[in-house]
């Protein structure tokens, strides 16, 4: 297998990464493009692509962690245009949160996670353990799943009610969507992407956008095909079947951001 190959196979997942761990498909796709420039510009760090996802993503990590200290670590009198960036940097994922997505959204085990943010492993079970606590203290919001499979709706139900939220309503269909988020005004949906009808929950969720900003996290066993970067695509994905850390954490993550909508 090529490098070119070896690192295509990877870039969706680590779109999604990037996309959860910013709160934007677009931050997160630049992110990502920034990190394939650096890449090319330097032949070692191109090299070291070859060994697969670790290296991919520390990789990226480096181009994240810099891009963010740079302007969080500026001092004294600023532009305003420099104040803007840090007041938008401000509401990037912290480092407990980058630890707790790497181990649950990617499925990286805690070595493969200390390797790619250059930390030890100690260091980075406690920034887990730190994000675990923070979601604990998450304020409750009603919840709209949008599942046309009943175990897997009744699954979902039981993990937003476990994590102190409301369920504010379930549904299988476009249609029923829409009335429902309608009637209810959900603060997060969980969505799938092929229901009963063979109406589809992307454009579900557009309806439901059409009333109001709300995050959205779909839940689909196809997730690179929402990945390619080419178009307007979900910020949130999860993977069927999923585990419940996967989904909590994504949760966690859509409500941390607390919107949908890419931020400028």
């Known amino acids: 297998m090529s490098l070119g190959q070896e690192i295509a196979q990877h870039l969706p997942f680590l779109r999604r990464y990037a996309r959860a761990l910013t709160g934007s498909q677009q931050s997160g796709d630049s992110f ?4 394939l420039e650096a890449a090319l510009a330097d032949d070692a760090l191109k090299a070291s692509l070859s060994d697969g996802r670790v290296p991919l993503y520390a990789a990226f ?3 994240w962690s810099s891009a963010y200290l740079e302007v969080e670590g500026s001092a004294g009198t600023v532009s305003e245009h420099e104040a803007a960036a840090q007041g938008r940097l401000r509401q990037v994922t912290p480092l ?34 730190e994000a675990v606590s ?33 369920v504010c309503g379930t549904a299988a269909t476009r249609t029923q969507a829409t009335e429902l988020a309608a009637s209810t005004s959900p603060g997060l949906v969980l969505a799938d992407i092929q229901l009963a009808d063979g109406s589809s929950g992307l454009d579900a969720v557009d309806d439901i956008l059409q009333m109001g900003s709300v995050p959205v996290i779909f839940i689909t066993a196809y997730p690179e095909r929402l990945l390619t970067g080419d178009r307007p695509e979900p910020t949130y994905l999860v ?26």
């Open 96 to 129: 407990n949160r980058q630890a707790l997505l790497l181990t649950t959204l990617e499925d990286f085990t805690l070595a493969e996670a200390a390797q790619i943010m250059d930390l030890d492993q100690d260091n980075v079970q406690r920034l887990i353990t």
């Open 134 to 166: 923070e979601i604990d203290k998450e304020s409750a919001t009603r919840v709209l799943i949008i599942e046309d499979e009943p175990l897997i709706s009744m699954q979902l139900e039981d993990l937003v009610t476990g994590l102190g939220h409301d």
């Open 61 to 63: 990590n480096k181009v």
């Open 239 to 264: 993977t069927k079947p999923f585990q419940e850390a996967t989904v909590r954490t994504a949760i966690s993550q859509a409500l941390f951001f607390g919107s949908s909508k890419p931020l400028d």
């Open 32 to 35: 990502v493009s920034a990190t």
